[in-house]
Antibody
Framework: QLQLQESGPGLVKPSETLSLTCSVS??????????WGWIRQPPGNGLEWIGS???????YYNPSLKGRVTISVDTSKNQFSLKLTSVTAADTAVYYC????????????????WGQGALVTVSS | QSVLTQPPSVSAAPGQKVTISCSGS????????VSWYQQLPGTAPKLLIY???RRLSGIPDRFSGSKSGTSATLGITGLQTGDEADYYC???????????FGGGTKLTVL
């Protein structure tokens, strides 16, 4: 059974960089069939797609995050990571990592396995 | 404001049927696969429906998905109190080159 687990600081200061890691167990991150992505959910609000990455390097990001986001994969550790720079209080959210599939055009289309989520608060 | 529009809430009695709509545009729903997720209180979202109308393994056939043009619909029959949750639609937006979710619909089983 595939499992994903987010880890990282729960508190980040404004203007600093949010860094989270997702550890994957029960399956390989070097799967040709899957994308690995991040989704966030501000307290009391809905889901926001952050980005997805295939281990071969194809990456998509939410344009609303305006170049602040980077997703990377470490196949040696079976992990993938999220970095979000210049954070503000608006970036306070539960951050989920997830695995997904892509369509015939190579674009991410869903998320079938999710981590439990990690709350990150941006505050001084 | 979400790219995909869902009703904030729906409700129905146990045993009844409910539908949740998801409205989009030609750049997202009309030309890409739609998925539906269930989020029980305090838990991570769970994929129910993918590729517009395919149930993930283990999902009861009380849950169904459909798509027509720029809209998609999640149907739930034989409502149970355990179905009370937030439901989200999701798809790819070709104009944004990004994934998008609806704002979510809170289902109350009265």
């Amino acid at each position: 059974q595939l499992q994903l687990q987010e880890s990282g600081p729960g508190l980040v200061k404004p203007s600093e960089t949010l860094s989270l890691t997702c550890s994957v167990s029960g399956g390989s991150i070097s799967s040709n069939d899957h994308y690995w992505g991040w989704i966030r959910q501000p307290p009391g609000n809905g889901l926001e797609w952050i980005g997805s990455m295939h281990y071969r390097g194809s990456t998509y990001y939410n344009p609303s995050l305006k170049g602040r986001v980077t997703i990377s994969v470490d196949t040696s550790k079976n992990q993938f990571s999220l970095k979000l720079t210049s954070v503000t209080a608006a970036d306070t959210a539960v951050y989920y990592c997830a695995r997904g599939y892509y369509d015939s055009s190579g674009r991410p289309k869903n998320f079938d396995y999710w981590g439990q989520g990690a709350l990150v608060t941006v505050s001084s | 404001q979400s790219v995909l529009t869902q009703p904030p809430s729906v409700s129905a009695a146990p045993g009844q049927k409910v539908t949740i709509s998801c409205s989009g545009s030609s750049s997202n729903i009309a030309n890409n696969y739609v998925s539906w997720y269930q989020q029980l209180p305090g838990t991570a979202p769970k994929l129910l429906i993918y590729d517009n109308n395919r149930r993930l393994s283990g999902i009861p056939d009380r849950f169904s998905g459909s798509k027509s043009g720029t809209s998609a619909t999640l149907g739930i029959t034989g409502l149970q109190t355990g179905d009370e949750a937030d439901y989200y639609c999701g798809t790819w937006d070709s104009s944004l080159s990004a994934g998008v979710f609806g704002g979510g619909t809170k289902l109350t089983v009265l």
